[in-house]
């Protein structure tokens, strides 16, 4: 068994209407002024307000960040800290999706240690104490609320870059899931895809403890269950609180070990076309599992077993053939791309130019490479494998 060292954090609040404790938490922390970071849709969607009204109410002063959006770069960042350097905030909350809590993680790197946001690409590089954070996840998906990292992209580059510290994780982590009913139909599909590859991916990495495979095994528990049933029944709380709940604890199993392939070759997408992460990492999913079937067939086995309906009547194919089947057909029942040609923001031009396509391939294959999250990929992976990947992606 692989040896580690792990600190359970953050205290993690989780029941419906409990956005309404937020106030209450943030006068134990003994704070007084609270920056709220939330992304436009969040206001819109009536969910800061709520929060807002929660810190009003025990006489916290609050200044709300709102000039961000998804994947949230060195842009947002700056404007955010300008923003904290007038307001002098003794707490931050991100209330909101992966990008709000991202983004306040990335204002609490500047604000409190100076610099600029490139000064803290990698891990451990903050250079003294932060300011407590509040983590309220308005979507089911990335797990940021349980996590030392913000992904913060460069604004030239597009480069998304993992800024991890143990000082930069929240304090407190309050999962709502009411706060989840009112997010797009798209968005429950993306994020809820991108938590599954995260229980997935952290199930078989090289960094998996005995602590991340209880977390992943959780998590894939309750995601499996949980995401038909969001798509079938919205309005379902306690399948809304299975997916909250999946997600965070896949982002504990993200913590406590690593991710690998699927995310690796979903970055340059992501960077390179624009696709949403969800849908990017969802379409490679399949493929990075086919790839490391070889050497983690096992673990796979391992999974399918979780899985209630299969318990009872195991699947005739390889599990991880299973897998692949299943997940397969939650992308399709969530209404995203399977291949990559049949995705809106694949090139026009490229399309029916075998020579384009290739070179696009290529491109993406290179960046996907120098990807940190391959190295944890269980199988090696190289350039050339990789570039196979995606060109299995482009159809069916
Ligand atoms: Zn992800």
Known sequence: MQAFDYQLRPRILFGAGFVARLGQLACELGCLRAMVISDPGVVKAGLYSLGEKSLVDVGIHVQGFHDLSENPTNLHVERGVQAAKEFQPDLLVGLGGGSSMDCAKGINF????????QDYWGVGKATGSMLPMIAIPTTAGTGSETQSFALIS??????KMACGDPRAACKIAILDPMLTLTQPAMVTAS??????????????????????ECYSREAWQLLSEGFSQV?????????????????CFAGMAIEASMLGAAHALANPLTAVLGIPHGQAVGLMMPHAIRFNSLAVEDRYEELVKLMPHWHTSPPKSRASEAIVAVFSNWMKQAGLATTLETLPQWPGPVMGDPGKTLSLLRELASSASKQWTATFNPRPVTESEMLSMYQSALTA
């Open 110 to 117: 500047l604000y409190s240690c100076g610099g600029k946001i």
């Open 154 to 159: 460069d604004s030239e580059t597009h480069v």
């Open 231 to 247: 798509f079938q029944t919205p309005g379902d709380i306690e399948a809304r609180g299975r997916m909250q709940l999946g997600a």
């Open 191 to 212: 994020t809820g895809i991108d938590a599954l590859t995260h229980a997935l991916e952290t199930f078989v990495c090289n960094k998996r403890t005995p602590i991340s």
